[in-house]
């Protein structure tokens, strides 16, 4: 349902751009986040965008990371500058997936997308 690309290795103070894209049996959608885990740490929310344009930001990537969505190609994207070598990690989209007929709602991840900065 959702596929995410864009991740790759980076020298510290470098960009990437994440997108995300979602398919299948699709009405609307609600939020869509990005969440990030690091090796030994939990999954944290990194930024999250509503369906009104309503945005949130982790305070560890604020002023550095713009989330944004297009919602004509049902895509959900992740502007990252000036990264750091604590932003190494794997990158998830997430979004709330009001599905088509009687189908209901649907949670849906993407696969992950791997992000390493070097420092």
């Known amino acids: 349902q959702l596929q995410a690309c864009g991740g790759g290795l980076v020298p510290a103070g470098g960009s990437l751009r994440l997108s995300c894209r979602a398919s299948?049996?699709?009405?609307?959608?609600?939020?869509m986040n990005w969440y990030r885990q690091a090796p030994g740490k939990q999954r944290e929310l990194v930024a999250a965008i509503t369906s009104g344009g309503w945005l949130n930001y982790a305070d560890s990537v604020k002023g550095r990371f713009t989330i944004s969505r297009d919602n004509a190609k049902n895509t959900v994207y992740l502007q990252m500058n000036s990264l750091k070598p604590e932003d190494t990690a794997v990158y998830y989209c997430?979004?709330?997936?009001?599905?088509?007929?009687?189908?209901?709602?649907?949670?849906?991840w993407g696969q992950g997308t791997q992000v390493t900065v070097s420092s």
């Open positions: 299948g049996t699709i009405f609307s959608i609600n939020d």
């Open positions: 997430n979004a709330r997936i009001i599905q088509t007929g009687d189908r209901g709602a649907l949670d849906a």
